[in-house]
Structures are given as structure tokens and as C-alpha cells.
């Protein structure tokens, strides 16, 4: 049990468009989301937080504006990247929680590219 | 702020050879302290975890105790096989009960771990 997934596993798109990832718990509600972005051989860095129903919270440095997460259902989540540039090429990894202290799950990351 | 120094990898062993992945923190509070593994093209898993000093997480063979003193939280097993190959990850949680939100994980670099036979 507790699976998550996210689609998709890879992308390629273009500098300007703007690309969308989705993060699914399979056989859990998910009342709390998380997005986090790992570059090549360094940790796993914490972008944003997200309650089911109610805004996401950013980290420090994360431009909301550029990194749109909506959490609409207890089951899914999603990440837009905005106008895309190249230095947003990343490994985007989401997780779930099923309440306060839980464990997270994780998914099994999104590997984005811009050209 | 919280962070967590992972021994950078790397790590490459025979079959049955002795692990430690050596994992130190600091924390404003009391974490929680885990061992996270990313098997090649998977997401990452739950390993063990430890919630209070002097305690023991354990699974699959591996063990972690929680060191408060020495702020550590090294991994161990006594005999590795070559399906542990992986990414280990050290992470903390800091739980603030009086935010009512779910705790962050703040994550180690990762150590891969390589087994040959």
C-alpha cells in the first residue's frame, strides 16, 4: 500500500512553454503534499508544501509565481513550471502524507528538460 | 536552520562486507531522524527511522541508532548483499505540533552504495 506516482517520469520541452506534472496517491488520501527538486548529485531540496483545498506553502527562494502547485483532491496534486528556461532542467520528486507526523511516500520523480 | 552531512559516495563494496554510511545533523529542536533508499528508477522508501535518542531503527538488516550526544545517525549493516545497491538518504524531520502541518523532511546529499560479487 501507499503509492504514489507522478507523470510523467520524463519531459522535454521547449524554452517559454510552461509544462505540467502531476502527482497521484493511489490507495491513500493524501491531506498533505510535498514538491521537492533534486539536482545531479545533491539533496533533495523542499520547494513547496500543499494542503488539500488551500494555498501551497513556498520555501524560501521559490518563486510561486513561476512554480504553480494546485492541490485540488485529497489524491492529487500538480506542479506547473511557467515559462520554462533551461535552468529549470531538474528532477521534480513529490510526496504524500496521510496527516501530521505520518510518514511521507514518495513518488517516483519527474525528470524535466528544457532546451 | 536544520541540515543533515551525509559521507559523500561512492561506496563500493564486495558481497558480505561490513556498511557504515555515516550521517551527522544539527537541529533547533528534537528531530526525527530516517534513512530513506532510491533503488535505480524508483521513488524513495522508508528504510528505518528513530523518533528519540538512544533509540534503534532496524529493517532489512540495517540498523541506525539515534547518537544525541554526537548528533549522528549512522547507518549500518553487518553483511551487504549486492540487491542493497542503492541511494541511501539521512533525513530529519524538526515536528512543531503547534503549526498543524506535516512535518519537512530535510534531506542528506545521498551516498550510493554499490555491491559487486
Known amino acids: 500500500g501507499a503509492v504514489v506516482s507522478q507523470h510523467p517520469s520524463w519531459v522535454i520541452c521547449k524554452s517559454g512553454t510552461s509544462v505540467k506534472i502531476e502527482c497521484r496517491s493511489l490507495?491513500?488520501?493524501?491531506?498533505?503534499m510535498f514538491w521537492y527538486r533534486q539536482f545531479p548529485k545533491q539533496s533533495l531540496m523542499l520547494m513547496a508544501t500543499s494542503n488539500e483545498g488551500s494555498k501551497a506553502t513556498y520555501e524560501q527562494g521559490v518563486e510561486k509565481d513561476k512554480f504553480l502547485i494546485n492541490h485540488a483532491s485529497l489524491t492529487l496534486s500538480t506542479l506547473t513550471v511557467t515559462s520554462a528556461h533551461p535552468e529549470d532542467s531538474s528532477f521534480y520528486i513529490c510526496s504524500a502524507n496521510q496527516g501530521q507526523g505520518d510518514e511521507q511516500y514518495f513518488g517516483p520523480g519527474t525528470r524535466l528538460t528544457v532546451t | 536552520g536544520d541540515s543533515v552531512t551525509q559521507m559523500e559516495g561512492p561506496v563500493t563494496l564486495s558481497e558480505e562486507a561490513c556498511l557504515t554510511i555515516?550521517?551527522?545533523?544539527?537541529?533547533?529542536?528534537?528531530?526525527?531522524l530516517f534513512w530513506y533508499v532510491q533503488y535505480p528508477g524508483e521513488g524513495l522508501q522508508l528504510l528505518l527511522k528513530?523518533?528519540?535518542?538512544?533509540d534503534k531503527g532496524s529493517n532489512k538488516g540495517f540498523e541506525a541508532t539515534y547518537r544525541k550526544e554526537t548528533t549522528s545517525f549512522h547507518l549500518e549493516k553487518g553483511s551487504v548483499q549486492v540487491s542493497d545497491s542503492a541511494v541511501y538518504f539521512c533525513?530529519?524531520?524538526?515536528?512543531?505540533?503547534?503549526?498543524?502541518?506535516?512535518?519537512?523532511?530535510?534531506f542528506g546529499t545521498g551516498t550510493r552504495l554499490q555491491v559487486t560479487l
Open positions: 528513530a523518533t528519540k535518542a538512544d
Open positions: 490507495d491513500f488520501q493524501a491531506t498533505t
Open positions: 533525513a530529519l524531520s524538526d515536528p512543531n505540533p503547534n503549526t498543524g502541518t506535516a512535518s519537512k523532511l530535510t
Open positions: 555515516n550521517c551527522t545533523y544539527t537541529a533547533t529542536g528534537y528531530p526525527s
